[in-house]
């Protein structure tokens, strides 16, 4: 029986860390020492050599070439912008996306993180009716919602300083570690509902025999 995957082997591992860190530490160095043109060459260069070298290592392409095309977009911003900062904005962007979707969410009571678990596992929707399992989704959207709203209170305000080098350490601290923590609450949360519904499903037959 395989054992089953921890919250960073499902977010691609140490490697996966790694990969993502890369171009952003390229951009920077390349930026401190050879100027913004140099530093968005220099991580889109790393972007495609890590998607080749995946490539060349039968591992997943799909990661990789998600983690290029975000690489692609944060150059061309930084290139539109004329600023080496302008390379974070698109990650700012999308965590003041997911934030709001991830409160609407709550504020529908359909919380997000139930609907995308239950999406991805073939579990569905059937927890919805279930109160006590609505709640833990609700906790557990909740944090990812807590995590989202935190790298955009960080990272903006260090845009707004014009601290690159320590936009690049925040990005790289509250990208998958950060994520990872609150996946573990969306564990917590599918495993006390997957026990509910279960024990739920167990006395019905038994109710009407």
């Given at each position: 029986?395989k054992?089953?995957q921890?919250?960073?082997?499902?977010?691609?591992?140490?490697?996966?860390?790694?990969?993502?860190?890369?171009?952003?530490?390229?951009f920077?160095?390349?930026n401190a020492?050879?100027g913004?043109?140099?530093?968005?060459?220099?991580?889109?260069?790393?972007?495609?050599?890590?998607?080749?070298?995946?490539?060349?290592?039968?591992e997943?392409?799909?990661?990789?070439?998600?983690?290029?095309f975000?690489?692609a977009?944060?150059?061309?911003?930084?290139?539109k912008?004329g600023?080496a900062?302008?390379f974070?904005?698109?990650?700012?962007?999308?965590?003041?996306?997911?934030?709001?979707?991830f409160?609407?969410?709550?504020?529908?009571?359909?919380?997000?993180?139930g609907?995308?678990?239950?999406?991805?596992?073939?579990t569905?929707t059937s927890?919805?009716?279930?109160?006590p399992s609505?709640r833990?989704?609700?906790?557990?959207?909740?944090a990812?919602?807590?995590?989202?709203?935190?790298r955009v209170?960080?990272q903006?305000?260090l845009?707004?300083?014009?601290?690159t080098g320590?936009?690049?350490?925040?990005?790289?601290a509250?990208?998958?570690?950060?994520?990872a923590?609150?996946?573990?609450?969306?564990?917590w949360?599918?495993r006390?509902?997957g026990?509910?519904?279960k024990e739920m499903?167990?006395?019905?037959?038994?109710?009407?025999?």
């Open positions: 029986m054992a089953k921890t919250p960073l082997e499902q977010m691609g591992g140490t490697t996966g860390l790694v990969y993502m860190a890369l171009p952003i530490v390229a920077v160095l390349a020492s050879l913004l043109m140099a530093a968005i060459c220099t991580a889109v260069g790393v972007g495609v050599a890590i998607s080749v070298l995946r490539l060349v290592r039968k997943p392409i799909q990661p990789a070439l998600s983690g290029l975000g690489v977009v944060a150059a061309f911003v930084a290139w912008t600023s900062k302008g974070f904005l698109t990650g700012i962007w999308s965590n003041v996306a997911l934030c709001a979707v409160l609407l969410s709550l504020i529908v009571r359909r919380p997000l993180a609907i995308v678990w239950g999406a991805l596992n073939g569905g927890w919805l009716k279930d109160k609505r833990y989704y609700d906790i557990a959207t909740l990812l919602t807590l995590v989202f709203a935190a209170a960080v903006q305000w845009y707004d300083e014009d601290h320590w936009l690049a350490v925040a990005k790289i509250m990208g998958y570690p950060l994520l923590l609150a996946f573990l609450v969306v564990l949360a599918a006390r509902s026990k509910r519904l499903g167990q006395r019905q037959p038994a109710a009407s025999s």
